[in-house]
Structure formats: structure tokens, C-alpha cells
């Protein structure tokens, strides 16, 4: 069983440039969500995609905005980088959306450096 | 709103003591509520969870939480620590809107030392 990947591992971006981050879900998971993690901080909750669909969104502006395609790997797209985007951006995958006890599964993070 | 709050941005103890990792919920609901392990330079990986049924939850790593509602509280227990539980640990909560999705809700964490 493959687990969940993330690409790439470290990027260096400058303030107002664009980012994509991509996520290859595990296997049989077809829901994605996504997470940034500052550093000390907990993760917080970025969106979810299902179905190809956006499922669920958390306090993020629309800069943040994702894709999920019909294998259900994601990608997750920042527009006009700030400083405060540098984090650790970790995407997690589960089997069924909506159902708030499926455990999500954590790839291990694309650091994102915006200089 | 959720919340989660974990008392102790670092605990220390010695290798074989008891390890206790503090967090208390708040949800308007009643909650799902997880524990998440991360080592350096890696992703979350699950310690265990709750969603309903017996209160005291038994997860990998001879680790194990109570769910006490009376006190909203989720605290993670492991009897003897050993020197490779050495990591950064996250109390998270879901289960708000009760439809739709809603991701997890983490505290800020706690960062567990073992002494030797």
C-alpha cells in the first residue's frame, strides 16, 4: 500500500510570485485535504477536496485554491505569495468525506520559504 | 467553534517514567478527537483516536488517552517512556458541523523530551 506523497519537499519562493504543491493520495483514499503548518504551530485546516470537488474550507483567503483530478491525487495553488505563507504545507488523505471520524492520513510536508 | 488547547508547550521526563500530554476540547458537539506524532522533518502519523464507545482509547506505542466529557479533556498517557518517543505531539478535535467536511482542529502542540 502506497502511503501519501507530496512534491516538492522544499521550495523557495519570493513575495508575490505563485506556488503549486502537489499530493498523490494514498491508495483507495479518494478525499484530500490540506493543511499549513507555521513553524511551532499546530496545523490548520486549509480545505478539503472530494470527488474532485471542494468540500469544505477553512479560514484561508481565495489566493488558496486547490485541485483534485480523477485519480484522485491533488494540487494545492498559492497566488501572490506573502511572507507569512512560508510554512510546512502537509496534505492528508482519507477513504470517505463528510464523515468526520475517518482517519486522515499525513504526507510528509512541502516546506514553502518565501523570501 | 472547536478549539483545542494543550497545556505544555514542552514536557520533560525521564526514560521509564510515566507520560502524561494534557489537552482539554472545546466543541459545541460532541467531538471526535485524535492524537498525532510528529518526528522531525516528517508528516503527522495517527496515535490514536476517539469517536464513540469505551472512553478509554488504546493506541500504538503503548499509548493511550481517556475521553473524560465532564472535563472535556483528552489527556495521552504511555506508562514508561523510552527514548524514541521523543517527538512533537498534537491533540485534535473534529466533528463540528456534523455534515459537509470539516477538517481537524489542532492545538498548538507539545514537545516531548526524554531525559536519559
Known amino acids: 500500500e502506497t502511503g501519501v506523497t507530496q512534491s516538492p519537499t522544499h521550495l523557495i519562493k519570493t513575495r508575490g510570485q505563485q506556488v503549486t504543491l502537489r499530493c498523490s493520495s494514498q491508495s483507495g483514499h479518494n478525499t484530500v485535504s490540506w493543511y499549513q503548518q507555521a513553524l511551532g504551530q499546530g496545523p490548520q485546516f486549509i480545505f478539503q477536496y472530494y470527488r474532485e470537488e471542494e468540500n469544505g474550507r477553512g479560514n484561508f483567503p481565495p489566493r488558496f485554491s486547490g485541485l483534485q483530478f480523477p485519480n484522485y491525487s491533488s494540487e494545492l495553488n498559492v497566488n501572490a505569495l506573502e511572507l507569512d505563507d512560508s510554512a510546512l504545507y502537509l496534505c492528508a488523505s482519507s477513504s470517505r468525506a463528510g464523515r468526520s471520524t475517518d482517519t486522515q492520513y499525513f504526507g510528509p510536508g512541502t516546506r514553502l520559504t518565501v523570501l | 467553534a472547536q478549539s483545542v488547547t494543550q497545556l505544555g508547550s514542552h514536557v520533560s521526563v525521564s526514560e521509564g517514567a510515566l507520560v502524561l500530554l494534557r489537552c482539554n476540547y472545546s466543541?459545541?458537539?460532541?467531538?471526535?478527537l485524535f492524537w498525532y506524532v510528529q518526528y522531525p522533518n516528517q508528516g503527522l502519523q495517527l496515535l490514536l483516536k476517539?469517536?464513540?464507545?469505551?472512553?478509554l482509547v488504546k493506541g500504538i506505542n503503548g499509548f493511550e488517552a481517556e475521553f473524560k466529557k465532564s472535563e472535556t479533556s483528552f489527556h495521552l498517557t504511555k506508562p514508561s517512556a523510552h527514548m524514541s518517543d521523543a517527538a512533537e505531539y498534537f491533540c485534535?478535535?473534529?466533528?463540528?458541523?456534523?455534515?459537509?467536511?470539516?477538517?481537524?482542529?489542532f492545538g498548538k502542540g507539545t514537545h516531548l523530551i526524554i531525559q536519559p
Open positions: 485534535a478535535v473534529s466533528g463540528g458541523s456534523g455534515g459537509g467536511a470539516d477538517g481537524l482542529t
Open positions: 476517539y469517536t464513540t464507545g469505551a472512553t
Open positions: 466543541s459545541s458537539v460532541p467531538p471526535y
